[in-house]
């Protein structure tokens, strides 16, 4: 008799186990299986969208013309800020040979330029920085972070966190940082 109840346990058990794994077939396929992607897609075409409608009228003040100072930072600006580090990279180009002097478009320039991992070339931002003045402590956390980060050359980063905190720096969560990547290494 125990026979008989077992079998009938197990199929009754493998019965519901089928019907459990066909409701989740059927929920999927009503829902559609795709749909927290296709939500995550139209957020994105939304933002690409919202991009488009900002990038067009100043694409065609620079149209009208090309050395619109104000048109080149907004794009140079909208881009870094939705990561397009390579739609970025020609706008601080532009801004930077129009402004050698700036020292603001010189920072997001070597930032864009190690974002798409071009050590050198951001170096030399960071490098004219402190040419155009010694004092701007901050280019040395950021060849401090290139040099640990992209060349691995821990020794070159330490001597750049250091200079970096020899003074003061202006902003206190970058001084924080500055000390933490210092002693992290020691």
Known sequence: MTGIKDNSLRKMIIAMLGLGVLAIFVTAFISG????????????????TSLDDSVAPL?????DNPNDKEAVSNLAHIFTKSDNWEKAAPFWTKLVMMEPENIGSRYHYGFVLSQLNRFPEAMEQYEAI???NPKELAAHYYMGMINKYGFKNLEVAKQHFQQALSGTLDDPALEAETKKELASMN
Do not use: S
């Open 130 to 132: 402190l040419k155009t």
């Open 33 to 48: 299986a795709n749909a927290p992607q296709a939500k995550e897609r139209g957020t994105a075409q939304r933002q690409d």
């Open 59 to 63: 694409m065609a003040k620079l149209k």
